[in-house]
């Protein structure tokens, strides 16, 4: 998707059965994007069939890993870790996962103390310009 417009900022992106189509690279990009598109405190959620990564997994987690196996190139099911892994790595906090259902949510973190302190810092500035003292 194009998503490269500051103008097009999102509280929310809703990615259903879609990540898995792509190779590790791609999803990261993906991840990447989404992430850009976001508000701070925004949230990217995920729904698909979720690998279980030490035990048997459910069985349409398996079905929909072999549906992907022999109709996309590159695709592949994948695991609560990995795809934590993947968001964290796109800039997001680290992601929850729903309990009974295969919903992982993935938060962009808020700027509210940076920009607190931005702010105060540009105050700062301006004050000082004026050459008015001021105590920290």
């Known amino acids: 998707f194009n998503a490269d417009s500051r103008a097009d900022v999102r509280d929310l992106v809703l990615m259903v059965n879609f990540l898995e189509y792509f190779d590790p690279d791609t999803r990261l990009q993906l991840a990447r994007k989404v992430h850009g598109v976001l508000r701070p405190g925004g949230v990217a959620v995920t729904y698909a069939p979720l690998l279980e990564s030490n035990g048997p997994s459910p069985w349409a987690a398996v079905a929909y890993d072999m549906l992907l196996l022999v109709s996309s190139f590159a695709g592949e099911a994948y695991t609560f870790a990995q ?49 008015v003292r001021i105590r920290t």
């Open 83 to 131: 795809l934590d892994t993947m968001f964290q790595a796109a800039g997001f906090a680290p992601s929850q996962c729903c309990e009974n259902l295969p919903l992982v949510l993935s938060r962009k973190a808020p700027l509210a103390r940076r920009t607190k302190r931005r702010k105060l810092n540009q105050l700062t500035k301006r004050v000082r310009s004026r050459d």
